[in-house]
């Protein structure tokens, strides 16, 4: 939709995303992705912590269900949507605007952690898996690469 104002945000999760079901039977994930900005501290020949982003995020249907099984509070995640704006009245009877992050695409940072993709089941209910690992849950690794240090994609394509 032209005039969309999409952003990418990365950071990490501060608490297990909230999964929950409309009255319709939609699911739909409530999350936050706090972003620190790293500045140079000269004085200290370094790096500190700048000023930190809350940004609340939604996503709805499938994608919702996909990140309450893959991510928990402390995942580092790179995610991709709209930001939107809601001004709403609270309770005292004030004028208040928040923001909020309709999640189109989440995944992983790979920067510090790795990865095992399994496809989400669709129509028969069977999972297959992205690459050529066994079809387990998501994992989330801090060591090594796989036994080898090289992915084995076999006959599927690796994107």
């Known amino acids: 939709m032209a005039g969309e104002t999409i952003i990418t945000v990365v950071g990490n999760l501060t608490a297990d995303p909230e999964l929950r079901f409309t009255q319709g039977s939609v699911p739909v994930v409530n999350l936050t992705i706090a972003s620190t900005a790293r ?74 952690a790795t990865a095992q993709v399994t496809r989400a089941a669709h129509g028969n209910g069977q999972q297959r898996p992205a690459a050529s690992a066994p079809a387990q849950e998501q994992q989330w690794v801090t060591s090594e690469p796989p036994t080898g240090g090289e992915w084995n994609y076999g006959d599927d394509t690796p994107f």
């Open 39 to 112: 500045i140079a501290d000269r004085e200290a020949g370094g790096y500190k912590d700048g000023e930190s982003l809350f940004l609340r995020a939604v996503a709805w249907r499938d994608t919702a269900e996909h990140i309450a099984a893959t991510f928990t509070k402390g995942m580092r995640a790179i995610v991709q949507g709209r930001l939107r704006q809601r001004n709403y009245q609270d309770r005292e009877g004030n004028q208040r605007t928040t923001f909020e992050l309709e999640i189109h695409e989440i995944g992983p940072s790979l920067r510090f």
